[in-house]
Structure formats: C-alpha cells, structure tokens
C-alpha cells in the first residue's frame, strides 16, 4: 500500500475556487440561518457575541473554533463583552467534551496573522481541540495524514447537545 498519496476529492472546489471573490466565511456562516444548530454551516451555537462552529478540516474529533461576529483581525481590538463571551463559551465546550467525549486534555489558542499560522487571518477565531492519551498514531509521522476516528455529523451532534443540555 502506498501512503505516498490520499485522495479528498471534495477540497478540489475549495482549492480551485476563485480568491478574489471570497467574502469571510466567518462572517457568512451565522448569516446563512437565523436559528442554532444549522448543520449546513456547522455553526452548534450562536451567543450574543460570539459563536461556536465546527472546524471543517479538523485536527482531531470534536475540534470547534469560538469566532466573534465582529469582523476583526487582532485580539486586542475585541470588546470585554466579546473576550468574555468566548471564554465562557469555551470554558462550556471543554466541560462538555470532557463529559460526552471522555477528552482527556485540549489545546486552546489563537493564530494571529498569516505569520503566526492563521488560515483565515483576516478574522480572529479561537481554536479548541479536544486530546486523548494516545490520540497520535503512525499515520502523521510515516504518510502526513491525520486520521479522524468520527465523522463530522456525530461531532456535531455531541458540540450541540452541550448547549442543549441533552
């Protein structure tokens, strides 16, 4: 078997799309439904300043992000009510992974800008990815893929049920 190569056919249209177009997706995804939990959009939350949704290329099961509605690129231009606001929701998150994934551990942080690693820089997000002892495989280090032991569909029915108290 040759691990040289792993087809994902379904990132073609996102790689191929057209850049000069793109509007933030941060700033659609809780415009596309007025109501939580829209699957279409993987948004699990909505607050008052903030919102929680799935990562679409996640690092591990249950990885979510935490992103302000305000368009923003830098930290410190965040409101306390913002700041406050994704703490707790984040606060809320690792609570309930910790319940209803049995995770182990998170890392929690921020990449600002293009040089601190930011896929999307143009707009602040908080990134919390749940851990396991033992989460780390072969699959990394020999063939440069990640393996996510559960599809995005039951992630994101377990981020919703947080904050549905279910």
């Given at each position: 078997?040759?691990?040289d190569i792993l087809h994902s056919p379904w990132r073609g249209k996102y790689v191929a799309r057209d850049k000069s177009q793109d509007e933030c997706v941060f700033c659609l995804a809780?415009?596309?439904n007025n109501q939580n939990n829209n699957t279409n959009n993987l948004v699990a939350h909505k607050g008052e300043h903030s919102y929680v949704v799935m990562n679409l290329y996640p690092y591990n099961n249950g990885h979510v992000m935490v992103v302000p509605y305000i368009h923003e690129n830098t930290?410190?231009?965040l409101n306390n009510n913002t700041i406050a606001e994704m703490n707790r929701l984040a606060m809320d998150i690792t609570k309930g992974l910790t319940t209803k994934m049995n995770a182990h551990g998170f890392n929690i942080g921020f990449n600002i800008g293009n040089a601190g690693g930011a896929g999307i820089a143009d707009h602040i997000h908080m990134h919390i990815v749940p851990r396991w002892q033992g989460d780390t495989n072969f699959m990394p280090v020999l063939?440069?893929?990640?393996v996510i032991s559960q599809s995005m569909d039951e992630s994101f029915k377990i981020i919703q049920s947080i904050f549905n108290n279910t």
């Open positions: 078997m040759n691990l809780p415009m596309e930290f410190h231009n063939g440069n893929t990640r």
